[in-house]
């Protein structure tokens, strides 16, 4: 038997489901802005164009991670840094970071390369990211960063009979670039034991019921129904321990464009000649990113209010 524990507001039918196999998800979206290990694949080799950009600049990040590759026709990029100078610029007041490079590494092998700066983003400011080869080759991508928008409320849904629901309000936003709902867990077996984020996409399922008013249901029953199908743990017993659930909420500046339908198409699925980058490829978005738990919070009157935002658990 394996259970899934831990999880404060879960149902009784959520603690209690037992599958033989699992296959864990890890999802990393770009909104989050965490540097992740994606397996990439750059555009065909194409001397028309100097670099291949991706990712986005998030005010309420940090640390800025964005993905910058030279023309490949392999699967990754070569196991070397290239070389190239990337610069970001914000065009209000003229300052300019030069971005670190590193690289990184998937499977023991190098990969990719993701540039990364702590140069300070701010809401409704406009800043363009420059990348330039050893042979002066440029490609460059400009994005405005949106203003801050109000914390969504979540309202919990019950019902006799029904699974468990939430309702989540989004009030006050031009463009939702992307909402997903993180599962902080800790797999436990005989010998083994180990932490994992499994991502769960929303964006896609979101309906605009006035303009910059946004509905999204989440079903965490689902989630955890898929992490149980999906979680490698040995079939004579273990246990999913829920650490933490947290909604992550994006807002895109107007380079958001909604044939997106998730973030993730940022890097996997893009169409051919779906960029803003020039003399590029690929797609640079600025956004504003909120954290909040999984629950629904009220006041003392009962009266549904925001939960406190939360850093990222992981």
Known sequence: MVQITGCTECSTNERNQSVEQYVLLIICLIVS????????????KNSDYA???YGVLDASADTQWVRVSPPSDQLATPAEKPAMTVTLEELETGKIATMNDS????????????????MEIRNGHTYRLRAIDAEGKESRVTVTIPEPFPTPTLRREFGIGMPTTFTMFVDSMNHLADVHVEWFVRLTAPGFEEERVVSFAYRNRAEERFDGEFRVFIEPEKDQEEILQQTFLPSDGG????????VVIASGGPEWNPDIATSD???????DGFSNVENGLG?????DTKRIPLKSCRDENSLLIPCPEEEPFW
């Open 33 to 44: 802005s965490s540097g992740c290990d994606n397996s990439f694949q750059p555009l065909k």
């Open 51 to 53: 670099f291949s950009i």
């Open 103 to 118: 690289l990184f590494t998937q499977d023991g092998d190098p990969r990719f390369v993701n540039t990364w700066t702590t």
């Open 239 to 246: 246990e999913v321990e829920v650490l933490h659930r947290q």
């Open 265 to 271: 198409e940022l890097i996997y699925a893009l169409p």
């Open 283 to 287: 797609y640079l978005i600025g956004v």
